[in-house]
């Protein structure tokens, strides 16, 4: 895949994930928690309303001022640095798994920017023993890092035996 077609699938996913993390919080905001409550689905899984002012996990979930503009900076620059590295990429997985990640960023960015907060609304549980509550911007970037971690550990030595292949035939 040339890095063209990859930063085209990239981003193409990341916009995806943007706009569906965007309705889901506009539909959660605007409709289903209005007032805000717990609304049980199954036996392990609620959706709530909790703002996160922190990073993952709710960390650094404080009324900080510097929550306020050095979080959404720090966002700003991930993104870019994963853009780049995106525009550099030629393999497949690597693309998708950049996409779902940068979307996730920009998701959640948005939220800093509109809000002062990420709005987090997806509650796993099981047993008594609550999960953070989530996001599907979350979720993207979550699924994005394991894309990611599998593309480097199970298909980098593929990838490396097609490169030696092609230099070995380029050298013939």
Known sequence: MSPVQSLSRGLGLASLVV??????KWLILTHV???PRVIE???FFNLVMTWNRGVSFGMFNGDSPYNAWVLPLVAMVIAVVL???LA????????????????G???NLIDRLRFGAVADFLDVHAAGWHWPAFNVADAAITIGVVVL???SLFD???HRKRNQMASKEAGE
């Open 19 to 24: 706009a569906l993390d965007q309705l889901t």
């Open 33 to 35: 928690m209005q007032p």
């Open 41 to 43: 689905v199954t036996p």
């Open 83 to 85: 853009v780049v590295w």
């Open 88 to 103: 550099r990429s030629t393999h497949p997985l690597m693309s998708w798994g950049l996409g779902l990640i940068i979307g």
């Open 105 to 107: 960023a920009i998701g």
């Open 149 to 151: 971690i599998g593309d």
């Open 156 to 158: 980098s030595a593929t």
